[in-house]
């Protein structure tokens, strides 16, 4: 199965899922290159987002949905921003804009069939480092 594709600029990336296990591909339009950027056995790896040099993707596990964003030249999972238990509901869709990621929530049940577009900030600001020396009174 595919999901659907996200396209910035020349970048396309799209998720494939297979009984092998399922994985995010970036294609570069204009060539023939294609390049997997993660892949898992067990967890199911789809929607992605793409924007600029970062992708957003969702990872949904036995536990759970989880929004993840990473840097499309570094390795590894990425960092989760979001995540959601099973009980709790499914996340879907993706979006990823400068500093922020969108996804939906979906949280069926008999009474409400219900989704939500949940916004979460990428960026924090940082803390100002204390100098080390004279403490303060």
Same mark, same amino acid.
């Given at each position: 199965? /595919?999901?659907? @594709?996200?396209?910035? =600029?020349?970048?396309?990336? #799209?998720?494939?899922?297979?009984? $092998? +296990? !399922? *994985?995010?591909?970036?294609?570069?339009?204009?060539?023939?290159?294609?390049?997997?950027?993660?892949?898992?056995?067990?967890?199911? /790896?789809?929607? @992605?987002?793409?924007? =600029?040099?970062?992708?957003? #993707?969702?990872?949904?596990?036995? $536990? +759970? !949905? *989880?929004?993840?964003?990473?840097?499309?030249?570094?390795?590894?999972?990425?960092?989760?921003?979001?995540?959601?238990?099973?009980?709790?509901?499914?996340?879907?869709?993706?979006?990823?804009?400068?500093?922020?990621?969108?996804?939906?929530?979906?949280?069926?049940?008999?009474?409400?069939?219900?989704?939500?577009?949940?916004?979460?900030?990428?960026?924090?600001?940082?803390?100002?480092?204390?100098?080390?020396?004279?403490?303060?009174?």
């Amino acid at each position: 199965q /595919l999901s659907p @594709p996200s396209l910035d =600029g020349g970048v396309l990336l #799209y998720g494939i899922a297979r009984t $092998r +296990g !399922s *994985r995010i591909v970036q294609r570069v339009l204009g060539n023939r290159k294609r390049r997997t950027l993660i892949r898992s056995g067990s967890a199911l /790896l789809f929607n @992605p987002a793409v924007k =600029g040099r970062s992708f957003a #993707y969702v990872r949904t596990a036995g $536990r +759970g !949905s *989880r929004l993840m964003v990473r840097k499309r030249s570094k390795r590894g999972r990425g960092k989760s921003v979001f995540g959601v238990r099973r009980s709790r509901g499914t996340l879907t869709s993706t979006a990823l804009t400068e500093g922020r990621a969108y996804v939906t929530l979906l949280h069926p049940s008999a009474t409400d069939p219900g989704a939500e577009v949940v916004e979460v900030a990428l960026k924090r600001k940082k803390k100002p480092k204390r100098k080390k020396g004279k403490k303060k009174r």
